[in-house]
């Protein structure tokens, strides 16, 4: 869903073609090699963003000894969905690191409708780990001690690190500082 959005928020900005938008999504960071996004892939986003009616051919540019180039254009359908895709990376993300594309196109959502989703996925997170937090002295496996301390000191430290990054995301939202 990412890669969609990505795509749908570069043709808002105006028509592109394919490989332009890969090398958008590679500078600065190289996102494209992070996510692994080969060409195959992106062209196959490209086609299902086509298939919903999102996105369409609007020219096609013919040169001598290259392939022809076909230029996309955003329709009034994907105008309307790509807010409702950003909603849906929010609620479906696991981790800020799967909302970083939706974060850098907030423009085109209302902030307090996704301070709104956040906040209530840092409740359900923070009563989720309250709960966790009640088994830590159950005696479950005696032989293994070492490794549940070891699991349990790793998954302490990731719950209070994602719980303190969420709150902080949601005050730079609030605060327009993002």
């Given at each position: 869903m990412s890669i969609q959005i990505f795509i749908l928020s570069r043709l808002m900005e105006g028509n592109n073609y394919p490989y332009k938008i890969k090398k958008q999504l590679s500078a600065p960071i190289p996102l494209d090699q992070l996510v692994g996004l080969t060409e195959s892939k992106l062209y196959y986003h490209f086609e299902s963003l086509v298939k919903q009616g999102l996105i369409e051919i609007v020219e096609i540019i013919k040169e001598e000894h290259r392939p022809d180039k076909q230029v996309f254009g955003i329709t009034d359908k994907g105008r309307e969905e790509l807010p409702k895709k950003i909603y849906k990376l929010f609620e479906n993300a696991d981790a800020i690191t799967d909302m970083l594309v939706g974060l850098s196109n907030l423009k085109y959502v209302e902030r307090d409708k996704i301070i709104s989703i956040l906040e209530k996925k840092l409740v359900s997170f923070t009563t989720r780990w309250e709960e966790i937090k009640t088994f830590d002295n159950v005696d479950f496996y005696p032989d293994k001690?070492?490794?549940?301390?070891?699991?349990?000191?790793?998954?302490?430290?990731?719950?209070?690190?994602?719980?303190?990054?969420?709150?902080?995301?949601?005050?730079?939202?609030?605060?327009?500082?993002?």
């Open positions: 001690e070492k490794l549940l301390n070891f699991i349990s000191g790793y998954y302490s430290t990731r719950t209070e690190h994602t719980i303190h990054w969420m709150e902080e995301l949601i005050n730079r939202l609030k605060n327009e500082e993002i």
